[in-house]
C-alpha cells in the first residue's frame, strides 16, 4: 500500500520536482523496508502466508454445478519465499532507477506525473506478485501495463516518442488480452479462479476436456511471454528503447521480467496439466525465443536496443528452464529459471542506465561513433561490464542445475547464453575502447562522466545482480526460493557453461581488437539489411493487404452509405404514407356517419311505397 499512498499524495499535494521525487522515492524505501521485513518473517516458516479478503459474490439462477450457482472474487494475498524476493527485486530496480533519473532524468517533460505513474507502476507489480486469484492477478497486471504506456509515453513532445509508444500500447494490448481470455476460459470450464482450488478439479470436473485445457495454457503462456519481450513479441521493448526516457525503459525492463517469470512459474502447475504436445511446443517457443533474441542483436549499433535484446534473451533461458521444470514430474529445478531472472533483472537496468549515460555525453546512438569511454567515463564503462557480465552468467548458472549439456535443449540454450555474451560484451567494447573521433558540432574533450549523484546507483543495481547470480550457485537458495530440497550443481557443469559464455568473451575481445571499425561496419551493415528486409516485408503487406483492405473498406462504405440514403428516403416516404393513414383512421367515424346518414336517405327516397 505505500506506492499507492505515494501516489495519491502526489496527485492531491505535490507540484515540484524534488517533492515529486521524494514521494516516490519514500513509497519505494517504505515498501522495500516491509518487504524485507516480511521476507526475514518467512525464513523459519515453511508454509506461506495468506490473507483472504471477499471482493463481491453475486449469486446466479442456475441449478447446475455448485461452481457456476455463484460468480465471485476475493482478493487473496499470497506471500512465500519466492514472492518476498521478488518484491525485493522489484523495488530495489525501482529505487535504483528512480535515484538515478532524479539526476539524469532533469530535462525530461512532466516531473511529477512521471513519478506519480511510477508509484502506481510498482503498486501494480507488487500487487500481480502476491495475487491468487486469476480476477484480482489479471486487475494488477491491467493497471501495471497501462502505466507501462504512459511511463514509454513520456515525451508527449516528440513524434518519435510518439510514433515508437503506439508499438508499446497495442502489442502487449493484445497479448494481455490473450491472457484474459485464458483466464475466461479456465473459469467457463471450471467455475473457479482462485489457483489453489483450480489445481484439485483440473481432471476431475465433468464435461471438460484436454482440448480447452491446452487452448487456455496456450493463451496464458503468450500473455506471460508478451510482458516478458520474449521473440518475435520484443518490438514493444526494443522501438522504445531509445525514444522513451532512459528511467522508464530500465524500470519496465527489469520489472516486467520479474513479474512476468514469477506468474509463469505460479501458473505452470495448470498449464502443465494440458498435454505433453502443449508442453513440447512451448518448450520449443521457449528455446527458439532464447536463441532469435540476443542473434538479433548482432544486428545493429544501437546500444540500448541490443542490451534489450541480450535481456529478452536471458528472460527466455529462464522461462524455458521453468517449463522444462514442469514438463518432468521428477524434475525438481524448475526454480532455477526464476533465479536466473531474479539476478539478470537489476543487471538489465544498471546496464540500460550506463549506456543511457554514454548516448547522452556522447550524443550518439551509433556505436561506431563512440569509444574511449574507459579513460574519460570509468565509472559508467566498469558500471555496463559488471552488468554484462552479470547478464551471461546468472544464464550460465541456472543452466548448470537444470539442462544437460548433451540434450538438444541444453544445446539451444548454450548457443543463447554463447549469443548473450557476444552481445553484451560487444555494447562494452564498442563504448569503452578504441578512439573516439571528432564530428560536427561535437568535440571529444567535452565528454564527461556523469554527474557523481547519479555514478553509484548503476553500479550498486549492477552489484546486487552478481550477489543474486552467485547466491543462485548455492543449493540451500533454491531451496529457500521453492521449500524443496536440491542437489548441488556439478562444478563441473558451472564451468563447462561458464566457459560458452567466455568463449563469447574473447570471440567479441579478438574481434574489436583486431578491428573495432570493421566489426561495428559488419554489425551495422547487417542491421541496415535487416531494416531493409522489414521495410520491404511492411511495404509488401501494406500494398498487398493493407491497400486493397482499405479500397474494400472504402468502397462498402460507399454502398452503405447509398444504401442508408435509400433507406432514408423509403424510410420518408413510409412515414409520410403512415401519416396519410393515420389522419384517414382519425376521421373515419365521422365518414362512417356520414356514409350512413346518406345511404339511409337514398334508401327512403327510392324505395317503393314510402310517403313522399
Keep these: ?50 490473507d483472504t479478503h471477499p471482493y463481491f459474490n453475486i449469486s446466479v439462477a442456475f441449478s447446475g454445478p455448485t461452481n457456476f450457482q455463484g460468480f465471485g472474487i476475493d482478493i487473496i494475498l499470497r506471500v512465500d519465499h519466492l514472492s518476498a524476493i521478488a518484491m525485493v527485486v522489484v523495488e530495489l530496480c525501482v529505487i535504483g532507477v528512480l535515484g538515478w533519473h532524479r539526476v539524469m532524468g532533469r530535462a525530461e517533460p512532466g516531473p511529477a506525473r512521471f513519478y506519480a505513474l511510477v508509484s502506481v507502476f510498482l503498486f501494480g507489480a507488487l500487487g500481480a506478485l502476491v495475487s491468487r486469484d486469476l480476477a484480482e492477478l489479471f486487475a494488477f497486471w491491467g493497471l501495471a501495463g497501462g502505466t507501462t504506456y504512459l511511463l514509454l509515453a513520456h515525451r ?98 527489469a520489472v516486467w521480467s520479474v513479474v512476468a517469470i514469477v506468474v509463469l512459474y505460479r501458473l505452470m502447475p495448470v498449464i502443465s496439466a494440458s498435454s505433453a504436445q502443449t508442453m513440447r511446443g512451448l518448450l520449443y517457443a521457449c528455446g527458439a525465443a532464447a536463441v532469435a533474441g540476443p542473434l538479433l542483436a548482432l544486428f545493429g549499433n544501437e546500444p540500448r536496443r541490443v542490451i534489450a535484446l541480450a535481456g529478452t534473451g536471458t528472460a527466455a533461458i529462464g522461462a524455458a528452464i521453468v517449463v522444462r521444470g514442469f514438463q518432468d514430474p521428477g524434475f525438481t529445478f524448475a526454480v532455477a529459471g526464476v533465479a536466473c531472472v531474479l539476478a539478470a533483472a537489476p543487471a538489465r537496468a544498471a546496464a540500460v542506465m550506463a549506456a543511457s549515460a554514454f548516448a547522452a555525453a556522447m550524443r550518439t546512438d551509433d556505436m561506431a561513433e563512440m569509444g574511449d569511454g574507459w579513460r574519460r567515463m570509468r565509472a559508467s ?64 574533450d567535452r565528454v564527461r562522466e556523469a554527474p557523481t549523484e547519479a555514478l553509484g546507483w548503476p553500479y550498486w543495481l549492477a552489484f546486487g ?54 566489426a561495428l561496419r559488419a554489425s551495422g551493415a547487417l542491421g541496415d539489411w535487416l531494416d531493409s528486409v522489414v521495410s520491404s516485408v511492411i511495404e509488401t503487406l501494406g500494398r498487398r ?68
Design 545 to 612: 493487404i493493407d491497400a486493397p483492405t482499405a479500397a474494400a473498406v472504402a468502397r462498402v462504405g460507399e454502398w452503405i452509405y447509398a444504401g442508408d440514403s435509400n433507406l432514408g428516403r423509403a424510410a420518408t416516404t413510409s412515414g409520410r404514407l403512415a401519416l396519410v393513414l393515420a389522419r384517414v383512421h382519425a376521421s373515419a367515424p365521422a365518414l362512417l356517419i356520414l356514409v350512413a346518414a346518406l345511404l339511409a336517405l337514398a334508401v327512403a327516397l327510392l324505395t317503393p311505397g314510402l310517403y313522399r
Design 381 to 444: 564503462s566498469s558500471a555496463l561490464l559488471v552488468a554484462g557480465v552479470v547478464l551471461a552468467l546468472s544464464a550460465s548458472g541456472a543452466l548448470a542445475y537444470a539442462v544437460e549439456s548433451q540434450s538438444r535443449l541444453g544445446f539451444a540454450l548454450g548457443e543463447a547464453v554463447l549469443l548473450v555474451s557476444i552481445a553484451v560484451l560487444r555494447v562494452f567494447m564498442g563504448v569503452a575502447t578504441g578512439p573516439l573521433r571528432r564530428r560536427r558540432a561535437f568535440e571529444p
Design 465 to 518: 545482480g552478481a550477489v543474486l547470480a552467485v547466491a543462485s550457485l548455492v543449493s540451500g537458495w533454491m531451496g529457500f526460493l521453492d521449500g524443496q530440497r536440491h542437489a548441488a550443481a556439478a562444478p563441473r557443469a558451472f564451468g563447462l557453461w561458464a566457459g560458452v559464455s567466455a568463449i563469447g568473451f574473447v570471440a567479441v575481445w579478438i574481434a574489436f581488437r583486431v578491428s573495432k571499425d570493421g
Design 1 to 50: 500500500m505505500a506506492p499507492l499512498a505515494a501516489f495519491v499524495l502526489a496527485a492531491t499535494s505535490v507540484r515540484t520536482r524534488r517533492s515529486a521525487a521524494n514521494m516516490a522515492m519514500l513509497g519505494a524505501v517504505v515498501a522495500l523496508l516491509t518487504s524485507m521485513l516480511t521476507a526475514w518473517g518467512l525464513t523459519k516458516r515453511s508454509t506461506p502466508f495468506i
Design 156 to 253: 508527449w513532445s516528440s513524434n518519435d516518442a510518439s510514433r515508437t509508444a503506439r508499438v508499446a500500447l497495442a502489442l502487449p494490448f493484445l497479448t494481455d488480452v490473450c491472457l484474459l481470455c485464458g483466464v475466461a476460459v479456465l473459469y467457463s470450464r471450471y467455475g473457479v479462479q482462485d489457483l489453489n482450488g483450480l489445481q484439485p478439479i483440473l481432471h476431475t470436473t465433468l464435461g471438460t476436456g484436454p482440448k480447452a485445457l491446452a487452448v487456455a495454457s496456450v493463451l496464458l503462456f503468450v500473455g506471460v511471454a508478451g510482458r516478458m519481450a520474449l521473440w518475435p513479441l520484443q518490438s514493444w521493448i526494443t522501438r522504445t528503447s531509445v525514444t522513451s526516457p532512459p528511467a522508464a525503459s530500465a524500470m519496465v525492463q
